[in-house]
Protein backbone atom coordinates (compact mmCIF):
# COMPACT_ATOMS: atom_id res chain seq x y z
CA UNK A 1 0.00 0.00 0.00
CA UNK A 2 1.44 3.38 -0.65
CA UNK A 3 1.54 6.14 1.80
CA UNK A 4 -1.72 7.30 2.74
CA UNK A 5 -2.53 10.84 3.16
CA UNK A 6 -4.79 12.29 6.05
CA UNK A 7 -6.12 16.02 4.77
CA UNK A 8 -8.04 18.03 7.65
CA UNK A 9 -10.40 20.38 6.07
CA UNK A 10 -11.29 23.52 8.71
CA UNK A 11 -13.73 24.72 6.70
CA UNK A 12 -15.28 27.96 7.78
CA UNK A 13 -13.99 27.38 11.86
CA UNK A 14 -11.22 29.34 13.44
CA UNK A 15 -9.66 32.40 14.55
CA UNK A 16 -6.01 33.66 14.42
CA UNK A 17 -5.87 32.69 18.44
CA UNK A 18 -7.48 29.26 16.91
CA UNK A 19 -5.60 28.58 13.80
CA UNK A 20 -2.09 29.26 15.92
CA UNK A 21 -3.01 27.32 19.47
CA UNK A 22 -4.05 23.88 16.88
CA UNK A 23 -1.56 23.86 14.43
CA UNK A 24 1.21 24.31 16.95
CA UNK A 25 -0.72 21.40 19.28
CA UNK A 26 -0.21 19.12 15.81
CA UNK A 27 3.13 20.44 15.11
CA UNK A 28 4.28 19.36 18.56
CA UNK A 29 2.65 16.23 19.03
CA UNK A 30 2.93 14.84 15.24
CA UNK A 31 3.87 11.02 15.49
CA UNK A 32 7.41 9.80 14.01
CA UNK A 33 5.87 7.81 11.83
CA UNK A 34 2.84 9.86 10.85
CA UNK A 35 1.58 9.43 7.09
CA UNK A 36 1.48 12.55 5.18
CA UNK A 37 -0.46 15.17 6.65
CA UNK A 38 -2.18 18.10 5.03
CA UNK A 39 -4.01 21.12 6.58
CA UNK A 40 -6.97 23.58 4.49
CA UNK A 41 -7.45 26.33 6.92
CA UNK A 42 -9.76 29.36 5.46
CA UNK A 43 -7.95 31.92 3.09
CA UNK A 44 -7.32 34.66 6.19
CA UNK A 45 -5.31 31.98 8.17
CA UNK A 46 -3.22 30.21 5.37
CA UNK A 47 -0.55 33.12 5.55
CA UNK A 48 -0.40 33.10 9.37
CA UNK A 49 -0.21 29.45 9.89
CA UNK A 50 2.26 29.04 6.98
CA UNK A 51 5.48 29.65 8.91
CA UNK A 52 4.94 27.04 11.69
CA UNK A 53 4.01 23.89 8.63
CA UNK A 54 6.63 25.49 6.69
CA UNK A 55 9.10 23.96 9.53
CA UNK A 56 7.32 20.71 9.86
CA UNK A 57 6.00 17.77 7.99
CA UNK A 58 2.77 19.03 7.26
CA UNK A 59 1.56 20.42 4.11
CA UNK A 60 -0.68 23.42 3.38
CA UNK A 61 -3.82 23.31 1.65
CA UNK A 62 -6.68 25.98 0.66
CA UNK A 63 -10.56 24.89 0.37
CA UNK A 64 -10.50 26.21 -2.71
CA UNK A 65 -9.40 28.29 -5.35
CA UNK A 66 -10.44 30.07 -9.18
CA UNK A 67 -9.72 29.08 -12.60
CA UNK A 68 -8.21 32.20 -13.44
CA UNK A 69 -4.68 33.05 -12.63
CA UNK A 70 -5.96 36.89 -11.98
CA UNK A 71 -8.67 39.26 -13.24
CA UNK A 72 -11.58 41.08 -12.07
CA UNK A 73 -13.19 38.10 -9.68
CA UNK A 74 -14.17 40.28 -6.63
CA UNK A 75 -14.25 38.10 -3.35
CA UNK A 76 -11.89 35.13 -5.13
CA UNK A 77 -8.59 33.55 -4.86
CA UNK A 78 -6.48 32.21 -7.47
CA UNK A 79 -3.66 29.53 -7.65
CA UNK A 80 -1.00 31.51 -8.10
CA UNK A 81 -2.02 33.32 -4.78
CA UNK A 82 -2.16 30.32 -2.91
CA UNK A 83 0.85 29.14 -4.68
CA UNK A 84 2.95 32.56 -3.61
CA UNK A 85 1.73 31.81 0.18
CA UNK A 86 3.21 28.47 0.28
CA UNK A 87 0.15 26.42 -0.02
CA UNK A 88 0.77 23.27 -1.67
CA UNK A 89 -2.96 21.12 -1.74
CA UNK A 90 -6.19 22.70 -2.66
CA UNK A 91 -10.00 21.06 -2.16
CA UNK A 92 -12.07 21.22 -5.13
CA UNK A 93 -15.84 20.61 -6.21
CA UNK A 94 -16.78 20.39 -2.25
CA UNK A 95 -20.18 19.25 -2.06
CA UNK A 96 -20.79 22.34 0.22
CA UNK A 97 -19.11 24.52 -2.67
CA UNK A 98 -21.23 22.66 -5.12
CA UNK A 99 -24.55 22.82 -3.06
CA UNK A 100 -24.28 26.47 -1.78
CA UNK A 101 -22.60 28.10 -4.93
CA UNK A 102 -24.09 26.11 -7.77
CA UNK A 103 -20.40 24.53 -8.72
CA UNK A 104 -20.62 22.39 -11.50
CA UNK A 105 -18.26 19.74 -12.56
CA UNK A 106 -16.90 21.40 -15.93
CA UNK A 107 -16.57 24.42 -13.09
CA UNK A 108 -14.40 21.73 -10.96
CA UNK A 109 -12.49 20.59 -13.86
CA UNK A 110 -11.40 24.09 -14.95
CA UNK A 111 -10.26 24.76 -11.37
CA UNK A 112 -8.65 21.22 -11.52
CA UNK A 113 -6.59 23.02 -14.47
CA UNK A 114 -5.79 25.85 -13.27
CA UNK A 115 -4.57 24.39 -9.70
CA UNK A 116 -1.88 22.18 -11.38
CA UNK A 117 -0.97 24.71 -13.74
CA UNK A 118 0.15 26.58 -10.83
CA UNK A 119 2.21 23.72 -9.36
CA UNK A 120 -0.76 22.71 -6.64
CA UNK A 121 -2.32 19.29 -5.72
CA UNK A 122 -6.44 19.07 -6.50
CA UNK A 123 -8.05 17.35 -4.18
CA UNK A 124 -11.27 16.49 -6.45
CA UNK A 125 -14.11 15.61 -4.08
CA UNK A 126 -17.27 13.29 -5.75
CA UNK A 127 -20.53 12.01 -3.94
CA UNK A 128 -23.61 10.64 -4.01
CA UNK A 129 -27.00 11.97 -2.18
CA UNK A 130 -29.23 9.75 -0.28
CA UNK A 131 -31.97 9.95 -2.83
CA UNK A 132 -29.04 8.53 -5.00
CA UNK A 133 -27.57 6.28 -2.72
CA UNK A 134 -30.97 4.41 -2.13
CA UNK A 135 -32.68 4.76 -5.81
CA UNK A 136 -29.05 2.82 -6.72
CA UNK A 137 -27.89 5.76 -8.96
CA UNK A 138 -25.01 6.51 -7.30
CA UNK A 139 -22.55 4.71 -10.06
CA UNK A 140 -23.48 6.45 -12.41
CA UNK A 141 -23.43 9.76 -10.66
CA UNK A 142 -20.23 9.11 -9.42
CA UNK A 143 -18.93 8.06 -12.81
CA UNK A 144 -20.09 11.10 -14.36
CA UNK A 145 -18.63 13.25 -12.06
CA UNK A 146 -15.36 11.73 -12.32
CA UNK A 147 -15.85 12.15 -16.05
CA UNK A 148 -16.73 16.04 -15.95
CA UNK A 149 -14.42 16.92 -12.87
CA UNK A 150 -11.23 15.60 -13.57
CA UNK A 151 -9.39 17.09 -16.51
CA UNK A 152 -7.27 14.84 -18.80
CA UNK A 153 -4.02 13.90 -17.94
CA UNK A 154 -5.66 14.01 -13.78
CA UNK A 155 -2.43 13.89 -11.31
CA UNK A 156 -4.42 14.67 -8.35
CA UNK A 157 -5.88 13.22 -5.33
CA UNK A 158 -9.76 12.09 -5.71
CA UNK A 159 -11.94 12.09 -2.19
CA UNK A 160 -14.73 10.42 -2.17
CA UNK A 161 -17.61 11.88 0.14
CA UNK A 162 -21.25 10.60 0.30
CA UNK A 163 -23.10 13.64 0.92
CA UNK A 164 -24.95 12.16 3.27
CA UNK A 165 -22.45 11.23 5.52
CA UNK A 166 -20.76 14.78 5.62
CA UNK A 167 -21.05 16.40 9.13
CA UNK A 168 -23.75 13.94 10.22
CA UNK A 169 -22.06 11.30 12.29
CA UNK A 170 -23.26 8.83 9.88
CA UNK A 171 -20.50 7.15 8.31
CA UNK A 172 -20.44 4.56 5.54
CA UNK A 173 -20.08 1.20 6.71
CA UNK A 174 -17.04 -0.56 5.37
CA UNK A 175 -18.61 -2.90 3.02
CA UNK A 176 -20.49 0.13 1.69
CA UNK A 177 -17.00 1.87 1.06
CA UNK A 178 -15.32 -0.95 0.02
CA UNK A 179 -17.55 -1.07 -2.50
CA UNK A 180 -17.82 2.05 -3.67
CA UNK A 181 -13.92 2.14 -3.32
CA UNK A 182 -13.75 -0.61 -6.23
CA UNK A 183 -15.92 1.12 -8.19
CA UNK A 184 -14.02 4.48 -8.65
CA UNK A 185 -10.81 2.60 -9.13
CA UNK A 186 -12.24 0.94 -11.37
CA UNK A 187 -14.14 3.75 -13.68
CA UNK A 188 -10.54 5.66 -12.89
CA UNK A 189 -8.33 3.09 -15.08
CA UNK A 190 -11.63 2.92 -17.34
CA UNK A 191 -10.92 6.61 -17.64
CA UNK A 192 -7.35 7.18 -17.44
CA UNK A 193 -5.97 4.29 -18.47
CA UNK A 194 -2.57 2.82 -16.53
CA UNK A 195 -2.86 6.27 -14.38
CA UNK A 196 -6.41 5.29 -13.47
CA UNK A 197 -4.30 2.88 -10.91
CA UNK A 198 -2.48 5.38 -9.14
CA UNK A 199 -4.26 8.26 -8.15
CA UNK A 200 -4.96 8.10 -4.95
CA UNK A 201 -9.09 8.07 -3.31
CA UNK A 202 -9.53 9.29 -0.37
CA UNK A 203 -12.51 8.45 2.11
CA UNK A 204 -14.50 11.65 3.74
CA UNK A 205 -17.90 11.94 5.45
CA UNK A 206 -17.81 12.16 9.35
CA UNK A 207 -14.31 10.33 9.87
CA UNK A 208 -13.00 9.64 13.44
CA UNK A 209 -11.38 8.42 15.88
CA UNK A 210 -13.52 6.00 16.55
CA UNK A 211 -13.80 4.77 12.77
CA UNK A 212 -10.63 5.77 11.47
CA UNK A 213 -8.96 2.33 11.64
CA UNK A 214 -11.06 0.30 10.11
CA UNK A 215 -12.05 3.15 7.45
CA UNK A 216 -8.16 3.32 6.69
CA UNK A 217 -7.46 -0.53 6.56
CA UNK A 218 -10.25 -0.90 3.57
CA UNK A 219 -8.55 -1.47 0.14
CA UNK A 220 -8.28 1.53 -2.16
CA UNK A 221 -8.55 3.67 0.89
CA UNK A 222 -5.19 6.02 0.43
CA UNK A 223 -6.10 8.16 3.68
CA UNK A 224 -9.19 10.27 4.54
CA UNK A 225 -11.03 13.67 4.01
CA UNK A 226 -11.72 15.21 7.96
CA UNK A 227 -13.47 18.04 8.31
CA UNK A 228 -15.41 18.38 12.03
CA UNK A 229 -12.75 16.39 13.77
CA UNK A 230 -9.86 18.33 12.00
CA UNK A 231 -10.51 21.34 14.25
CA UNK A 232 -9.44 19.48 17.43
CA UNK A 233 -5.53 18.41 17.83
CA UNK A 234 -6.70 15.32 19.89
CA UNK A 235 -9.14 13.90 17.50
CA UNK A 236 -7.14 14.33 14.67
CA UNK A 237 -4.02 13.27 15.75
CA UNK A 238 -5.93 9.81 16.46
CA UNK A 239 -6.87 9.38 12.67
CA UNK A 240 -3.30 10.43 11.54
CA UNK A 241 -2.03 7.28 14.39
CA UNK A 242 -4.98 5.61 12.85
CA UNK A 243 -3.50 5.52 8.97
CA UNK A 244 0.11 4.94 10.74
CA UNK A 245 -1.46 1.66 12.39
CA UNK A 246 -3.56 0.52 9.18
Known amino acids: MSRQIIVGNWKMNGTRQDAQALVQALVSDLPATAPDVVVCPPFTQLA ?10 I ?15 TGDISPT ?27 VREKAVAATKAG ?14 EGGEYEDVLGWQIKGSLPD ?10 IWAIGTGLAATTDQI ?11 VRQFG ?13 VNAGNAVSVLSIPEVAGALVGGASLKADAFLSIVNAASAA
Open 153 to 162: GFTGIVAYEP
Open 48 to 57: LVQPALAASP
Open 194 to 206: EAGKTIKILYGGS
Open 178 to 188: AQTMSFLRAEL
Open 120 to 133: LTPIVCVGETEDQR
Open 59 to 73: GLGAQDCHKDAAGAH
Open 81 to 107: MLADLGVSYVILGHSERRQEHGELDET
